[in-house]
T-cell receptor, first 111, second 112 residues
Framework: DTAVSQTPKYLVTQMGNDKSIKCEQN?????MYWYKQDSKKFLKIMFS???????INETVPNRFSPKSPDKAHLNLHINSLELGDSAVYFC??????????FGPGTRLTVL | KQEVTQIPAALSVPEGENLVLNCSFT??????LQWFRQDPGKGLTSLLL?????REQTSGRLNASLDKSSGRSTLYIAASQPGDSATYLC???????????FGKGTRLSVIA
C-alpha cells in the first residue's frame, strides 16, 4: 500500500531513557514533517525536512533530533525522555506545495 | 505568525441534519487550505484540499469553501450520519511547502 507508515504505534518507557520513532513514506514526496499532538489534542509542527535537509526546526528541546537517511525516511530520536514528552507524534509527507498526508501516529507514554 | 481558529469547539446534531463547521485564519496569504478528520485515538485523514485559487471543493457529502480575502473557510456536511462523528481539523501552510498550522478542531457528534 502507498502510505506514510510509522513504527512503533505505541511506546511506553521510563523517564531518562532514549528512544526512536521511525517514519517511512513510499509516495515519492520531497518533504517530510514531524508534528506533536499534546494532551489537549493540539497539533504543532516540530521539524520539516526537504530532500533530506532540515528546513524548519521549531522551538523544540535539543533532546529531539530528527534524522533523514534518505528522501523516504525521517526518524525521530529522543534523548533523556521526560514526563512532558508524553504525546502522540505524527509523521507527514507532501509533494512540493501540495496536500500533506499523515502517518497513523506514535503514542509515547513516559512513566 | 499564522493563527487558525475553529468554531464551534464542539457540536452535537441529530442524524440527517446538514451542518457547517467554520475555520478562520489570520494571514490571508495562504497557499492552500486542508480539512482533516481525526477519529479518537487515530491518525489524520485528509478530507479536502483547496488551493488558494479555488473557491470550493466537493467530495461526496462534503463541501469546503474558501474566502481568502476574509480569511475564512467552511466545511459543509450534508445529511449527517453517526459515522461522521469525529474531530474535524482545518489547517493552512504559511507559504508554499511549509508545515501546516492547525486549528484546535471541532468535535462533532451525530446522534442516531
Amino acid at each position: 500500500d502507498t502510505a506514510v507508515s510509522q513504527t512503533p504505534k505505541y511506546l511506553v518507557t521510563q523517564m531518562g531513557n532514549d528512544k526512536s520513532i521511525k517514519c517511512e513514506q513510499n509516495l515519492g514526496h520531497d518533504t517530510m514533517y514531524w508534528y506533536k499532538q499534546d494532551s489537549k489534542k493540539f497539533l504543532k509542527i516540530m521539524f520539516s525536512y526537504n530532500n533530506k535537509e532540515l528546513i524548519i526546526n521549531e522551538t523544540v528541546p535539543n533532546r529531539f533530533s530528527p534524522k533523514s537517511p534518505d528522501k523516504a525516511h525521517l526518524n525521530l530520536h529522543i534523548n533523556s525522555l521526560e514526563l512532558g514528552d508524553s504525546a502522540v507524534y505524527f509523521c507527514a509527507s507532501s509533494p512540493r506545495d501540495n496536500e500533506q498526508f499523515f502517518g497513523p501516529g506514535t503514542r509515547l507514554t513516559v512513566l | 505568525k499564522q493563527e487558525v481558529t475553529q468554531i464551534p469547539a464542539a457540536l452535537s446534531v441529530p442524524e440527517g441534519e446538514n451542518l457547517v463547521l467554520n475555520c478562520s485564519f489570520t494571514d490571508s496569504a495562504i497557499y492552500n487550505l486542508q480539512w482533516f478528520r481525526q477519529d479518537p485515538g487515530k491518525g489524520l485523514t485528509s478530507l479536502l484540499l483547496i488551493q488558494s485559487s479555488q473557491r470550493e471543493q466537493t467530495s461526496g457529502r462534503l463541501n469546503a469553501s474558501l474566502d481568502k480575502s476574509s480569511g475564512r473557510s467552511t466545511l459543509y456536511i450534508a445529511a449527517s450520519q453517526p459515522g461522521d462523528s469525529a474531530t474535524y481539523l482545518c489547517a493552512v501552510p504559511d507559504t508554499g511547502n511549509t508545515p501546516l498550522v492547525f486549528g484546535k478542531g471541532t468535535r462533532l457528534s451525530v446522534i442516531a
